[in-house]
């Protein structure tokens, strides 16, 4: 079928036939409905028409140029000019196609139509191409006017009957265009002869428009010429594989390509075993370079199913869609997909998802539990092998940021499995392994996947546990060792422990004591269990099963187990000979800060992980309502995004994903620097321990997890909603990436927590007012967005700054003080997230290039930050900062935004979307129904 050309496939061929087409005013209409094309035409015919003033025998100028852009001329034309012409077509195609963002990935070239493509192929440039047509052309010179072709729409083999019938003339099949259509070649008398007796009028021979038989085998002295002429042109490497239809094959690099271009001359082509050897699927699209839609037909004919498109035999309008308002978006999605991809380069994230594509990284369906914690690990040990070298030791961190995203739309499990592995084991292991030789072997073990990494920090008896880990490692002087007891129940660590025999490598935080002394929180690493169970002295529990995300979580228990001096990671604290403790930290309070350093690593991994998941569920949502039709009565076969409601939930999904990718970069680039310079390892545990040790560690990447989540969580639930039984379906993956972010609640430290935590340490330092937002500003002003957001997030902090001054001073406790005001303290703590996070967005949009992408970042912005204010509106008409017009507005610009951005929907799609990586049924853009069918398996009756 002839196709609609999606910009964005990634898979095009493009064919360039041969001669015999006409040229004549081939460009005309686009040169002249489409002026954006003009300049490039013109450049591109000037250097044809400089060559062949250069290097044709009785020039014509400007003659190829008339021929192709006006009607002024027609067949025949003097020696040599439909070849430049038809030459011309292609290239000037070509470039205007490439410069749209539609790049082949492979080429496939029929006879005379192999030199552009050899341009098109990067072998030649434009000038040198029409050197190769002057070339061909003096070669051919002496032959003009005693030969040429003629088309049958016949097999090869009928073709060649219908040729013995003539024993006496010297014809011969030149070229196989389709199973059904052959060129006869041969000189012009023997022509002649055959057309006064051809008597088959189902199949009639029609003249093809070439002064001169080519695939001719007598014609040696014309190759011999051809070969000598195109001596001069020095070949580059090929850049796109090139399929030569002479040659039935592709190209190779040690090919002589001047030596097998001449083999054309006298050999045939043969387009229909040309197009079986091509590596294509049902994907595939060919893009005609000719003057019509010859070739595309024989295509279609040749291989089944095949999509074509012919530019040059569009409607103009088409054609014009596609050479200028496609590449704006083409840049768009470019520069959205940037701006997504963050501080990790496109190459890197290219390298990821191709790793991320190996089946065995994959979940397997319909496992038991216990079948899928093993097999996770599995996975997780395979993936530690495939991982760069670049990954370990944290040396190129922007790795575990790429590494991040594919993993969570791969797998919320092997995610977690990623988290706990990377993040918290080695990340615990890298930051206080100096002087400790041990610790890099262990290191090690888990970064080549021979070990499996647990991390033991929280107890299950109290909350907040963390800030006091009750499990001991008591210092025994006489042996300069430690013995590590859970002294109760309380005291037993929630940890992934559920598989007991396998190799695992435990990161416990146990208090130390010397000399009955408790002198802080450190972690101690030591071996929990091997093949053979768990080590003396260590219990792990059967798996308490966490439906959301599966993974082996149980509990863990120490009876005297005897851990070397060198077990403790002790960061520079000491035990000297006279048995006293020293910490440079000074305070127990910076040590467990300090301690637990590695959730700093989780929170950057989730940011990216989660917010890749938000822009996943909502293209995936995009892609289904936007090729889904309604059968209801009011807009019957309308799709379903026309609908307001679904384009308002659907597109402030998009939103949503948009502002909190933005907020995740920038996260990740603090941690990327942080890390690279190990600047973080030393600024952490300056700070004061609030309520719990989260802020002190780092505020930002804290509060990125704590936005991240709970949006993820309402944001994947909203989509999987738009998608009735398609979202219901887990092999359509909402309900995956719906657990993930209902984990990220708790895993790597309490969402609340980390609010009321922030909160409090903005709330203990001096608090400025930023400045009142303008109640006249435009509704699209990101000045006024700023201003609101930051107003709120300072009112709220300021209500509970005044409340707590006046109550100490009224002598309550801290306890009492800080209660009364809890939910304010939450709502400030969110209110601070929110400001960065559209700070961030606001900030990434301004570096979008003007035009679409920008108009695209700009509404995606603004139609979180105005359905924020929408959320919160009671709150600003109570504080006088906003009032009852403004409010109406807000509902009809939030209408409008959407309405903008369903006009971009495909756009967006491609920009954020991650289908294949999710391998959700539901990312197929056509063909839903069969990619669902073909996920299942079927019993037939
Ligand atoms: C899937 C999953 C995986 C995990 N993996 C690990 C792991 O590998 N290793 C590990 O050590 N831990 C792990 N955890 C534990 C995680 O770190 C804790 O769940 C988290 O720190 C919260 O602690 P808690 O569960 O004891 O909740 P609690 O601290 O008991 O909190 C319960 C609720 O009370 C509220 N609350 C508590 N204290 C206060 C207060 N002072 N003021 C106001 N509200 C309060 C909290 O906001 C929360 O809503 C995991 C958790 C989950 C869910």
């Known amino acids: 079928m002839s196709t609609q050309l999606n910009i964005y496939s990634q898979n095009y061929v493009f064919a360039f036939p041969g001669q015999g087409s006409d040229p004549c005013g081939a460009l005309a209409e686009l040169y002249q409905h489409v002026p954006e094309t003009r300049d490039r035409i013109d450049t591109i015919l000037a250097i044809i028409e400089t060559e062949a003033a250069a290097h044709e025998p009785d020039p014509h100028p400007g003659l190829i140029t008339q021929v192709l852009l006006t009607r002024d001329h027609a067949l025949p034309l003097p020696s040599g000019v439909a070849q430049l012409a038809l030459y011309g077509a292609a290239v000037v195609l070509n470039q205007l196609l490439q410069a749209t963002g539609i790049v082949p990935s492979l080429i ?47 097999s090869a083999q009928d073709t060649q009957a219908l040729l013995d019938r003539y024993p006496e003339s010297n014809l011969v099949l030149g070229s196989v265009n389709a199973p059904a259509q052959c060129i006869i070649s041969g000189e012009t008398a023997d022509l002649e002869h055959l057309l006064a007796h051809h008597d088959d009028s189902a199949h009639p021979l029609r003249p093809v428009s070439i002064a001169y038989a080519s695939h001719y085998p007598p014609h040696t002295e014309v190759a011999r010429q051809l070969h000598k002429n195109l001596q001069p042109l020095t070949p580059k490497p090929f850049k796109t594989p090139i399929y030569s239809t002479v040659l039935g094959r592709r190209y190779e690099p040690e090919d002589d390509l001047h030596h097998l271009f001449t083999l054309g001359v006298t050999q045939p082509t043969n387009l229909p075993h040309t197009l079986a050897q091509l590596p294509t699927d049902k994907h595939t699209v060919f893009i005609d370079l000719g003057v019509n839609s010859g070739l595309s037909v024989c295509i279609r004919k040749s291989l089944h199913p095949a999509q074509t498109y012919a530019p040059l035999a569009q409607p103009i309008e088409s054609l014009r869609h596609l050479l ?11 520069a959205l997909r940037q701006l997504a991809n963050g501080p990790v380069d496109a190459e890197v994230h290219a390298q990821m998802a191709k790793m991320f594509s190996d089946p065995e990284l994959h979940p397997r369906a319909n496992q038991s539990f216990h079948e899928g914690h093993r097999h996770t690990y599995q996975r997780l040990q395979h993936l530690m092998r495939q991982l760069p070298d670049g990954i370990h030791g944290f040396a190129q961190p922007q790795l575990l940021m790429a590494e991040a995203t594919h993993a969570a739309l791969n797998d919320p499990s092997l995610f977690m499995g990623c988290v706990i592995q990377q993040g918290l084991c080695i990340g615990t292991l890298l930051a206080f392994e100096q002087d400790h030789p041990s610790a890099t072997q262990w290191r090690r073990k888990l970064e080549a996947g021979e070990s499996l990494g647990v991390y033991a920090l929280t107890e299950i008896g109290r909350s907040n546990s963390h800030m006091g880990a009750c499990v001991e490692a008591v210092f025994d002087a006489d042996t300069r060792t430690f013995v590590l007891n ?60 966490i439906r959301a995300v599966p993974l082996d979580y149980g509990l863990a228990s120490f009876d005297n187990v005897r851990l070397p001096f060198d077990a403790w990671l002790r960061d520079g604290a000491s035990i000297d000979a006279s048995n006293q403790f020293h910490d440079p930290l000074g305070s127990t309070d910076r040590r467990l800060i300090r301690s637990l350093f590695a959730p700093k690593n989780v929170w950057a991994m989730v940011g990216v992980g989660l917010s890749s998941v938000m822009l996943a569920c909502s293209t995936l949502a995009l892609t289904h309502a936007n090729r889904r039709t309604t059968q209801a009565r009011i807009g019957n076969g309308t799709g379903l995004l026309a609908f307001r409601t679904q384009r308002r939930a659907l597109f402030g999904c998009l939103a949503t994903a948009y502002v909190m990718k933005c907020f995740a970069n920038d996260s990740a680039r603090l941690w990327i620097e942080g890390t690279a310079s190990q600047a973080s390892l030393h600024t952490t545990g300056t700070g004061d321990v609030t309520w719990t040790p989260w802020a002190a560690i780092s505020q930002t990447l804290a509060l990125t997890k704590a936005l991240c989540a709970p949006a993820a969580e309402a944001l994947a639930t909203e989509c999987r909603l738009r998608c009735g039984v398609a979202g219901a379906l887990n092999l359509n993956r909402f309900a995956d990436y719906e657990g993930m972010a209902k ?34 500003a435009g509704l699209d002003d990101a000045g006024y967005w700023q201003a609101m957001a930051h107003t709120l997030e300072y009112r709220l902090l300021k209500h509970v700054a005044d409340h707590i001054a006046r109550h100490r001073g009224e002598g309550e406790d801290d306890m009492q003080v800080w209660n009364a005001q809890l939910m304010v303290v939450a709502r400030a703590g969110e209110a601070y997230a929110q400001r960065l996070a559209i700070d961030s967005a606001i900030r990434a949009g301004s570096l979008l290039p003007h035009g679409l992408a920008r108009e695209l970042g700009n509404a995606l912005c603004g139609l979180y930050v105005l359905e924020y204010l929408n959320k919160h509106a009671a709150w600003f008409i109570s504080e006088g900062l906003m009032d009852i017009a403004r409010y109406r507005a807000l509902e009809a610009r939030l209408d ?23 391998r959700a049924a539901i990312a197929q853009t056509d063909h839903y129904p069969d990619a669902l069918a073909d996920k299942l398996q079927w019993a037939v009756g």
Do not use: W
């Open 486 to 545: 859970t002294p109760n129940k309380a005291a037993l660590k929630f940890a992934n422990v559920g598989i007991s025999n396998l190799d695992k490598l435990g990161v416990v935080f146990a208090q130390v004591i010397v000399q009955g002394q408790p002198c802080g929180v450190f972690a101690f690493m030591l071996p929990l269990s091997d093949a053979n169970g768990p080590r003396p002295g260590v219990s792990m529990s059967s798996p308490a099963e």
């Open 108 to 154: 496939v070239a029929q006879s005379f139509g192999e030199i552009a493509a050899r341009v098109c192929g990067g072998v030649l440039d434009i000038a040198q191409g029409a050197r190769a047509v002057c070339a061909l052309n003096a070669a051919y010179r002496s032959e003009e006017g005693r030969g040429s072709m003629l088309l049958v729409n016949l």
């Open 896 to 918: 409008s935004l959407s309405d903008f951005l369903a006009t971009q929907v495909d756009v967006l799609i491609q920009a954020f979307g991650h289908g294949a990586a999710t």
């Open 324 to 334: 200028v308002n496609a590449p704006e978006a083409h840049k768009a999605v470019v």
């Open 743 to 776: 984990i990220y609640q708790d895993a790597g430290g309490n969402n609340r927590m980390i609010l009321l935590d922030a909160a409090k340490v903005l709330i203990g330092q001096p608090l400025s007012e930023p400045t009142p937002p303008d109640p006249q």
